[in-house]
């Protein structure tokens, strides 16, 4: 196969499985909130939403490994609970939220049938799909994404040409922040963590052989996957800010969607992406609990009995959790994300700075610092915010929930420059 080609294949490839279609439902809702101010949210999103997930994949090119090598500098006890905890929380938020968005935009207008229902349904059919492997599912998610990215271009086309023009004022008081923090939702990070080592594997290798052309590879589709989600969420940010004045005040961020699609395509086009939306975000629920229950089987030495009772535990928590309201499920994401993204980032930037600034002491110390410095963020979403007054106080940008960030960048130039000290009074 022709390399250009290969590389443009491989880019759609990652650029798929990058795109969850519960993602769809963030930028439009950040840009009618943001109005004025979208450019900032979009800059703040990219951060968390397509700039690291694509350095994630990075990684993956320099590493060529699987999940557990990404911690495993730390101690391989650390990697082990890292690799369970972000299949634990995948199956406990991102795939039940699928489902949830499924039942808001394509079930609700058409029926006032309880959520329960339509969630028992939907994971009774991931079930019976993750444990036959159907082909079928990735015949229709190779189809599905182009349609959908083909009618998401008209909306942010129509939207672009449109005569509105941004009347808002943002609601936010940190745009760039809102922007960081709403791009950890699409779980794109973490995903990246996940889906690299998938890639590595499945791509084909034949003209590929050596470890540096696989490096090339991977690095060039993972800029042309980056560059079409810069595209399209940018683009949906925008398109939210420009109609933000014809949404009803507190609109859901599925109402947003909804109302921004049937203004640029009608009823009948809002169908239809409601149709193709709960169908690609069934590929995705598919997906994260067979990836869940194969990782668990590796466990268990190949145990099918393993895959089984992981997949319907899997889907049990799916109908508990997909049953509540999309907004209430990203709410309810929050604190597990305020915990697990900071040590996801880090880990992600770790291991794409050469290897002689990422020491076991390196990654162990920034590591240990972004957790430690992580947890009055994580708490503020559980205690009264009152009571972390004083601690937050005291750490930068911990009020803005980044307080992780400057004690984790001055452990690693601090440890590196006392390694580097070490090494030069040994060598004299």
Not at 158 to 187: A, H, K, R
Not at 224 to 231: C, E, R, V
């Amino acid at each position: 196969m022709n390399k250009k080609k290969e590389i443009w294949i491989a880019g759609f490839a990652l650029f798929s499985l990058f795109f969850g279609a519960g993602n769809l439902i963030l930028p439009p809702n950040l840009g009618a909130k943001a109005g004025s101010d979208w450019w900032i949210v979009v800059l703040g999103f990219i951060t968390t939403a397509v700039t690291i997930p694509i350095l994630a994949i990075f990684a993956h090119a320099k590493l060529q490994g699987t999940l557990y090598d990404f911690g495993k500098k730390v101690s391989p006890l650390f990697s082990a609970v890292y690799c369970f905890l972000i299949y634990i929380i995948a199956v406990a938020i991102p795939s039940p939220r699928t489902a949830a968005v499924t039942h808001e935009m394509t079930v609700h207008p058409f029926s006032d049938t309880n959520a329960i229902y339509t969630s028992i349904i939907y994971f009774i059919l991931v079930f019976i799909f993750a444990i036959n492997r159907s082909r079928v599912i990735g015949l229709i998610g190779k189809f599905l994404t182009p349609i959908i990215v083909f009618i998401l271009l008209i909306i942010i086309g129509i939207s672009i040409f449109s005569s509105l023009e941004i009347t808002t004022i943002s609601n936010f008081q940190t745009p760039f922040v809102d922007g960081v923090l709403e791009g950890y939702q699409t779980f794109d990070a973490i995903g990246g963590v996940v889906i690299g080592a998938v890639i590595i594997i499945s791509l084909n290798y034949s003209s590929h052989t050596t470890f540096e052309s696989r490096k090339i590879l991977i690095k060039k589709s993972g800029l042309i996957a980056g560059t079409g989600l810069l595209l399209i969420y940018g683009g949906l940010i925008l398109s939210g800010a420009l109609y933000s004045s014809t949404f009803a005040e507190g609109s859901s961020r599925t109402e947003v969607l909804k109302s921004l699609s049937t203004q640029t395509l009608g009823n009948l086009g809002t169908t239809f992406l409601s149709v193709l939306v709960a169908l690609a975000c069934f590929t995705t629920a598919v997906g994260i609990v067979t990836g869940t229950a194969d990782y668990i089987k590796g466990l268990c030495k190949e145990s099918r009995k393993a895959y089984i009772i992981t997949a319907v535990i899997a889907s049990l928590i799916g109908i508990i959790v997909g049953s509540y309201q999309v907004d209430f499920i990203i709410t309810l994401a929050v604190p597990a994300l305020m915990f697990l993204y900071p040590i996801t980032i880090a880990l992600i930037l770790l291991n794409i700075v050469p290897d002689k600034f990422a020491s076991k002491l390196v990654f162990r110390s920034v590591i240990l610092i972004t957790f430690t410095f992580s947890i009055p963020d994580f708490l503020g979403f559980i205690v009264p915010k009152e009571n972390l007054t004083g601690i937050k106080s005291m750490i930068p940008f911990a009020e803005q929930s980044l307080g992780w960030v400057l004690p984790a960048i001055l452990v690693f130039i601090i440890i590196n420059g006392y390694q580097n000290l070490q090494n030069k009074k040994k060598y004299r």
